[in-house]
């Protein structure tokens, strides 16, 4: 069975909330040939598994390597969609490596926790422009720029094993993790006092048990986070550390973290952008 994509020619809501930071993604719209499908309903074609140290193991499981199928093709709420376990870290990672593009994806929170996470909050991450080796940040991911998928925090972003990027927000109190506001102060992250953080705002996660729709646009070096229809982070001048100089980290793999709580993917799907639309930006 395919997963349709019928979804993608719907509009995204378009209800504005007061404030500058509050965002509404504008429609998708979806044109014959538009959007490719990441998952076919059926396997895990085209991505490759990768798992990390399992909790108080002392080696990697490794490459396309999954006994205790952490990856697998489930029926959730009657639909195909990829479950992963969490039960060892690691990440779901496409085969391909993509640039300049709007990814969309849902995804729902399972009931299974592992341990050293199984009093947490539940998480999993989108991950992007993944390039290196595997396991790059603590055997587990490569490196890359994530947008967080977390209860409570989605649309958060994290630097994962050295990724950098600049964006406006403040702090409170002139401490902490740096918020995102647009028009706010510029802020480079991860830098001396900022942490490898940035929180996104608004919140507009769905609660526990629903099934939320998270997109990314890319462009160059610029990213954009949206949760479920409202654009909650904007990120500029991504970039790496390539020895003692910085460049431009714009392509690279995609990667759907395995992070200690069951999860569930479905209607993964890719299109090809030149340009964000200004509205995005806003």
Known sequence: MKVSLSLFAAAVAVALVAGPALVTAPAVT????????LFNGKDLDGWDTWLGKPYKGKEEVGLNKDPN????VVQADGKPAIRISGEVFGALTSKQEYEN??????FKWGEKKWPPREKDVRDSGLLYHCVGKH?????YWMRSQECQIQEHDCGDYWSVAG???DVEGYRKD???DVIYKKGGDKFTVPSKGTGSRIVKSPDNEKPTGEWNTIELVTVGQTS?????GKVVMVLTNSRQKVGDKEEPLTRGKIQLQSEGAEVFYRNI??????KIPAEYLK
């Open 30 to 37: 979806k044109g014959k040939g538009d959007w490719t499908a």
């Open 135 to 139: 396991g790059a940040a603590g055997s």
């Open 269 to 274: 799907a890719i299109h090809s952008i030149e």
């Open 174 to 176: 002139g401490k902490g």
């Open 163 to 165: 990724a950098i990027v």
């Open 224 to 228: 954009v986070h949206i949760v479920n």
């Open 101 to 106: 593009y709007h990814l969309k994806l849902e």
């Open 69 to 72: 199928k952490v990856y697998s």
